[in-house]
């Protein structure tokens, strides 16, 4: 029952920074596990990072650690993808999505946005 929408997405040569936003629809959106996911063109979508309801438990894919930091502000409805020394492998469509626990799937996605890392 909740409505996302990334943004932040962009062009950055490699070794620069960009933040990922992903904005939900209202108040309910602290009730959700939030997840970061990325799609290359002919790859699989792939988890990157996700944070629990109350932000206080981060996971990442091995690839991005030490790299990429996900973070929440419940109050403005928001998860951040904070990604530094970017690389052209992280070239994707990234989505954030959510889910009510890890019972469920990830039913929530959002529309999308463009990350290119140029070298």
């Known amino acids: 029952q909740v409505q996302l929408v990334e943004s932040g997405g962009g062009l950055v040569q490699a070794g620069g920074s960009l933040r990922l936003s992903c904005t939900g629809s209202?108040?309910?959106?602290?009730?959700?596990?939030v997840g970061w996911f990325r799609q290359a063109p002919g790859k699989d979508r792939e988890f990157v990072a996700r944070?629990?309801?109350?932000?206080?438990?981060?996971d990442y894919v091995e690839s991005v650690k030490g790299r990429f930091t996900i973070s929440r502000d419940n109050v403005e409805n928001t998860v951040y993808l904070q990604m530094n020394s970017l690389i052209p492998e992280d070239t994707a469509v990234y989505y954030c999505?959510?889910?009510?626990?890890?019972?469920?799937?990830?039913?929530?996605w959002g529309q999308g946005t463009q990350v290119t890392v140029s070298s």
């Open positions: 999505a959510a889910r009510f626990s890890s019972t469920y799937g990830y039913a929530y």
């Open positions: 209202d108040r309910t959106f602290s009730t959700y596990i």
């Open positions: 944070i629990s309801r109350s932000g206080g438990s981060t």
